[in-house]
């Protein structure tokens, strides 16, 4: 069974930085796009920052600048640098990933998500 599993959340004052990670585990084929998303308790989950499986990145305007998504394929991770914190960062982010394997006998692409990982950012 494929599992997404994160790390790294916390604390942080405004202006610090934290350093998230995903690694995926179980059995599967390849790695396709990765995400980050977060989601505040009453909004609609947003995504922060994807990468395909050639590393090209993509960021929410919100975020631009100060965050960094980065994989490694070798250890089946992505990771999430976050810079210059701010209050309204603060979310449970979630990592998704799209992860080809074989389902019932053929190759299928389906989409995981993980657990989260709390985000607090306060003075």
């Known amino acids: 069974q494929v599992q997404l599993v994160e790390s790294g959340g916390g604390s942080a004052q405004p202006g610090g930085s934290l350093r998230l990670s995903c690694v995926a585990s179980g059995i599967f084929y390849r790695i396709n796009n990765m995400s980050w998303y977060r989601q505040v308790p009453g909004l609609e989950r947003e995504q922060v920052a994807r990468?395909?499986?050639?590393?090209?990145?993509n960021y929410s305007d919100s975020v631009k600048g100060r965050f960094t998504i980065s994989r490694d394929n070798a250890k089946n991770a992505v990771y999430l640098q976050m810079n210059d914190l701010k209050p309204e960062d603060t979310a449970k982010y979630f990592c998704r990933a799209h992860i080809v394997g074989v389902r019932s006998g053929s190759w299928s692409e389906d989409v995981y998500w993980g657990q989260g990982t709390q985000v607090t950012v306060s003075s």
């Open positions: 990468t395909s499986s050639d590393g090209t990145a």
